[in-house]
RNA sequence: GGCGAAUUAGCUCAGCGGUUAGAGCAGCGGAAUCAUAAUCCGUUGGUCCCCAGUUCGAGUCUGGGAUUCGCUACCA
């Protein structure tokens, strides 16, 4: 097999938040990937960062006193603690304030720049007056449209569970200063991403057959059909005050996320590259032939998926080679929630004292390559690990390690009789059919011509490769079963009463161990720590892949101690316990993720710049004056008015967003433009057979009327 | 409202066109006692959400419905 060089990230934890149990389940899966790769034999590197940047990180850091720097260096130091405690390693554990990170933001700018893939707009937003500064969404609180709740946030309401944007709040005032907010337009960065290069790559890429099928499907959702254009571009940049990096040729002016988080990944290789002395080119250049993958929750896919390659394409670097997506942590069936106690935090379920082997053993065991939420069923959970780790698996060495230690001096058997070694090879290395006859097989007499060596560790090598850990674990553990039946076959306590027996005796203990050794192999990606104590305990090197399939024998083993205990029950009870929080959750998390998936509201299209469009596109739309026979309020509607428009041959129902600037009885009898040949559009309230013109910039609304004279049904051209 | 996903034993999940639908856990009966009460054998338990269709044959494909969960929605 030949090396292969490979990069793997895992998505930035913001850092104004703390890692939890749903975070773990991406670098859990992560670390067992990119362990796997290394185990066998591949130059790979996994690197990661703190998001660090943003206006939360500014103005906690205000409020507790200290700079932005102090803040996101006490939490990398709590983050790099709470994974080097569930044993994810990082290469290089970074942060996206570094000078790496604004190198490559700065350079990918200005070739975005240069490429005429930058543009700016003015962007209308809430300005805190008092604070002088912008808002983002989550600082502005007010009453509920829908529910009247009091200090809700500016995206849904924690009462009703209504979404609004934060316009439609009543009463708004600013989380910070608590005074009015007012509205104030700046001028904001956009990356083109709607640019036909942009469009065209990602059609393209998404469809190159490598992202999962999920995954593509919803590649094809946002990217709309062939004629369509249905991206939109993307705000790069917030004004001061704001903690990030300032964009060179624009003062007060700074990289919004989606130039610096992403970029993250880069600066936290540069960094390592520049400390261990790898060429970054040849994982970032154009043509790099090493491999990308960035491990991601799906909801921040979106992202990863057209932003981020549509941004490295056009700013001449490589493109990642996959995305692989992840569903969301749920807790017994449920969101996490922190009045049911499991919203658990790592450092609290460290703290209880659980083994954080017991959680990467069960996450895998439910992991596969999809999309699909996992859950944590804390039942099962127990369950499941005690049966499987302990019961079956380390109670392989525990059942053999005594004989050996006590009867032998703790030195394994110099050689093993044909069957036994037959036995071992049909388990770890050939993958022969056990389940056709599981007591021959046992005993060491089965026939299977044509089985190729290295079968079995090649299909378990293959599930892992594939994230299908799922799979590879009910597999092992299918295997662990046969050689628990070959102890109970041999019955080695009965063989050391017996006199004369000792050979047997021996060949059975050594069998078993060199069976749990192959086994660890197996597991060593999943229970690094596990692993590490197994190989102290046999006294061996670092387990590598290909070791499933050699023999340990006349070899020294260390005497047993116990490796690993069992969960009691009673540590999951005070476990969520702990976790429980009695009074209301105060500042919902704004993990990275969100913070990266948020929409871009509040633009205001005071520039447009329209690409130039031929007189037979324009012939396309057959636009007709109308008269407005009816207007009318619409039940439930807040910003809908129904209108009943004549154009001469028919009558129209068209459902038009004017409530707030027009009484309805004003408009009957009006003449407007319609568009009569917009495909109908099925509404929360009926069917709207087209559309009427209006200008507005987002403040006002006026509808377009034509001169005295025109009549309904004429065709405007 | 739109789009997507899910719905299989008490629980967590496999199986995704082909013999009597599987595993682990839980339950029941037995064996064993080397092992941190860990193991082994046997066994109970399922109109594979519902309805229709395609097929020689359907948890498995198609259409419709129900429920749950995501994303997205008063912009036509």
Same mark, same amino acid.
């Given at each position: 097999?030949?090396?292969?060089?490979?990069?793997?990230?895992?998505?930035?934890?913001?850092?104004?938040?703390?890692?939890h149990l749903g975070h773990l389940v991406e670098y859990i899966q992560t670390d067992i990937w990119v362990r796997f790769q290394k185990m066998q034999g591949h130059e790979v590197h996994y690197v990661c960062a703190d998001d660090t940047h943003g206006t939360p990180i500014m103005l906690r850091a205000q409020s507790e006193g200290i700079t932005p720097e102090a803040l996101i260096a006490r939490v990398q130091k709590e983050h790099e603690r709470d994974f080097a405690g569930f044993h994810v390693e990082f290469d290089n554990y970074y942060t996206t304030h570094s000078p790496e990170t604004r190198h490559y933001s700065e350079d990918i700018y200005g070739k975005l720049k240069t490429a005429g893939l930058i543009t700016s707009r003015a962007v209308e937003q809430f300005y805190d007056p008092v604070k002088q500064m912008f808002l983002p969404d989550r600082f502005i609180k007010g009453e509920c449209p829908k529910c009247g709740a009091k200090d809700q946030y500016g995206d849904n309401c924690e009462a009703c569970g209504a979404a609004y944007?934060?316009?439609?709040?009543?009463?708004?005032?600013?989380?910070?200063?608590?005074?009015?907010?007012?509205?104030?337009?700046?001028?904001?960065?956009?990356?083109?991403?709607?640019?036909?290069?942009?469009?065209?790559?990602?059609?393209?890429?998404?469809?190159?057959?490598?992202?999962?099928?999920?995954?593509?499907?919803?590649?094809?959702?946002?990217?709309?059909?062939?004629?369509?254009?249905?991206?939109?571009?993307?705000?790069?940049?917030?004004?001061?005050?704001?903690?990030?990096?300032?964009?060179?040729?624009?003062?007060?002016?700074?990289?919004?996320?989606?130039?610096?988080?992403?970029?993250?990944?880069?600066?936290?290789?540069?960094?390592?590259?520049?400390?261990?002395?790898?060429?970054?080119?040849?994982?970032?250049?154009?043509?790099?032939?090493?491999?990308?993958?960035?491990?991601?929750?799906?909801?921040?896919?979106?992202?990863?998926?057209?932003?981020?390659?549509?941004?490295?394409?056009?700013?001449?670097?490589?493109?990642?080679?996959?995305?692989?997506?992840?569903?969301?942590?749920?807790?017994?069936?449920?969101?996490?929630?922190?009045?049911?106690?499991?919203?658990?935090?790592?450092?609290?379920?460290?703290?209880?004292?659980?083994?954080?082997?017991?959680?990467?053993?069960?996450?895998?065991?439910?992991?596969?390559?999809?999309?699909?939420?996992?859950?944590?069923?804390?039942?099962?959970?127990?369950?499941?690990?005690?049966?499987? &780790?302990?019961? +079956?698996?380390? @109670?392989? /060495?525990?059942?053999?390690?005594? $004989? *050996?230690?006590? =009867? !032998?001096?703790?030195?394994?058997?110099?050689?093993?009789?044909?069957?036994?070694?037959?036995?071992?090879?049909? &388990?770890?290395? +050939?993958?022969? @059919?056990? /389940?056709?006859?599981?007591?021959? $097989? *046992?005993?060491? =007499? !089965?026939?299977?011509?044509?089985?190729?060596?290295?079968?079995?560790?090649?299909?378990?090598?293959?599930?892992?490769?594939?994230? +299908?850990?799922?799979?590879?674990?009910?597999?092992?553990?299918?295997?662990?079963?046969?050689?628990?039946?070959?102890?109970?076959?041999?019955?080695?306590?009965?063989?050391?009463?017996?006199?004369?027996?000792?050979?047997?005796?021996?060949?059975?203990?050594?069998?078993?161990?060199?069976?749990?050794?192959?086994?660890?192999?197996?597991?060593?990606?999943?229970?690094?720590?596990?692993?590490?104590?197994?190989?102290?305990?046999?006294?061996?090197?670092?387990?590598?892949?290909?070791?499933?399939?050699?023999?340990?024998?006349?070899?020294?083993?260390?005497?047993?101690?116990?490796?690993?205990?069992?969960?009691?029950?009673?540590?999951?009870?005070?476990?969520?316990?702990?976790?429980?929080?009695?009074?209301?959750?105060?500042?919902?998390?704004?993990?990275?993720?969100?913070?990266?998936?948020?929409?871009?509201?509040?633009?205001?299209?005071?520039?447009?710049?329209?690409?130039?469009?031929?007189?037979?596109?324009?012939?396309?739309?057959?636009?007709?004056?109308?008269?407005?026979?009816?207007?009318?309020?619409?039940?439930?509607?807040?910003?809908?008015?129904?209108?009943?428009?004549?154009?001469?041959?028919?009558?129209?129902?068209?459902?038009?967003?004017?409530?707030?600037?027009?009484?309805?009885?004003?408009?009957?009898?009006?003449?407007?433009?319609?568009?009569?040949?917009?495909?109908?559009?099925?509404?929360?309230?009926?069917?709207?057979?087209?559309?009427?013109?209006?200008?507005?910039?987002?403040?006002?609304?006026?509808?377009?009327?034509?001169?005295?004279?025109?009549?309904?049904?004429?065709?405007?051209?």
């Amino acid at each position: 097999m030949s090396k292969r060089k490979i990069l793997v990230t895992s998505a930035l934890p913001y850092a104004n938040g703390s890692i939890h149990l749903g975070h773990l389940v991406e670098y859990i899966q992560t670390d067992i990937w990119v362990r796997f790769q290394k185990m066998q034999g591949h130059e790979v590197h996994y690197v990661c960062a703190d998001d660090t940047h943003g206006t939360p990180i500014m103005l906690r850091a205000q409020s507790e006193g200290i700079t932005p720097e102090a803040l996101i260096a006490r939490v990398q130091k709590e983050h790099e603690r709470d994974f080097a405690g569930f044993h994810v390693e990082f290469d290089n554990y970074y942060t996206t304030h570094s000078p790496e990170t604004r190198h490559y933001s700065e350079d990918i700018y200005g070739k975005l720049k240069t490429a005429g893939l930058i543009t700016s707009r003015a962007v209308e937003q809430f300005y805190d007056p008092v604070k002088q500064m912008f808002l983002p969404d989550r600082f502005i609180k007010g009453e509920c449209p829908k529910c009247g709740a009091k200090d809700q946030y500016g995206d849904n309401c924690e009462a009703c569970g209504a979404a609004y944007a934060p316009t439609d709040l009543k009463n708004p005032y600013s989380a910070v200063s608590g005074a009015v907010p007012v509205k104030k337009a700046s001028e904001h960065f956009f990356f083109k991403l709607s640019d036909s290069r942009c469009v065209d790559f990602l059609r393209a890429w998404t469809t190159s057959g490598t992202l999962q099928t999920e995954a593509a499907n919803k590649m094809r959702e946002w990217l709309g059909e062939a004629d369509e254009n249905k991206l939109s571009d993307w705000d790069i940049s917030r004004d001061a005050p704001y903690f990030g990096f300032e964009i060179p040729d624009a003062p007060g002016k700074y990289f919004y996320v989606w130039l610096d988080a992403p970029v993250g990944y880069m600066g936290s290789f540069r960094k390592l590259c520049n400390d261990k002395g790898i060429d970054f080119d040849e994982f970032w250049q154009k043509d790099s032939t090493a491999e990308l993958y960035h491990f991601i929750g799906k909801d921040i896919l979106y992202f990863h998926a057209l932003f981020w390659p549509a941004m490295l394409e056009n700013a001449g670097y490589r493109t990642p080679t996959n995305i692989y997506a992840h569903g969301f942590l749920t807790v017994n069936g449920e969101k996490m929630s922190k009045s049911r106690g499991t919203f658990i935090t790592a450092e609290s379920y460290l703290q209880q004292g659980l083994n954080p082997e017991w959680l990467r053993y069960y996450y895998a065991a439910k992991l596969n390559s999809t999309m699909e939420d996992i859950d944590l069923n804390l039942e099962d959970f127990a369950a499941r690990v005690n049966s499987d &780790l302990v019961g +079956k698996y380390i @109670n392989l /060495a525990s059942r053999a390690a005594g $004989f *050996i230690s006590k =009867r !032998f001096d703790g030195k394994l058997a110099a050689s093993l009789a044909p069957a036994r070694k037959c036995f071992l090879e049909g &388990l770890f290395v +050939k993958s022969v @059919n056990i /389940a056709r006859d599981p007591d021959e $097989f *046992i005993q060491g =007499r !089965f026939t299977e011509e044509d089985v190729p060596d290295g079968r079995r560790t090649k299909y378990i090598a293959d599930l892992y490769e594939q994230r +299908k850990y799922g799979e590879a674990l009910r597999e092992i553990m299918y295997l662990t079963d046969i050689v628990n039946k070959f102890v109970d076959y041999y019955k080695p306590w009965e063989l050391a009463k017996q006199n004369g027996q000792d050979g047997e005796l021996h060949e059975v203990c050594t069998v078993i161990l060199n069976a749990f050794k192959s086994l660890t192999v197996y597991l060593k990606p999943v229970l690094p720590r596990l692993a590490k104590d197994v190989e102290a305990f046999l006294n061996i090197e670092p387990l590598v892949w290909e070791d499933a399939k050699t023999l340990l024998l006349d070899h020294t083993i260390s005497p047993y101690s116990h490796l690993i205990t069992r969960i009691d029950p009673k540590q999951i009870t005070a476990l969520v316990e702990a976790s429980t929080e009695s009074l209301k959750p105060a500042t919902p998390q704004p993990h990275s993720q969100q913070r990266h998936a948020q929409h871009q509201e509040n633009i205001v299209e005071t520039t447009t710049q329209p690409a130039t469009i031929s007189i037979d596109d324009f012939t396309k739309i057959d636009l007709r004056v109308a008269r407005i026979v009816n207007a009318e309020h619409v039940e439930g509607a807040d910003k809908l008015l129904k209108l009943t428009l004549d154009i001469g041959t028919e009558q129209r129902t068209v459902f038009a967003g004017i409530k707030s600037a027009y009484d309805p009885e004003k408009l009957k009898g009006r003449l407007t433009v319609m568009v009569a040949n917009l495909a109908p559009r099925k509404m929360k309230f009926g069917l709207s057979e087209g559309m009427v013109l209006a200008a507005g910039d987002g403040n006002g609304l006026y509808l377009l009327g034509p001169d005295e004279g025109a009549q309904p049904g004429m065709r405007i051209k």
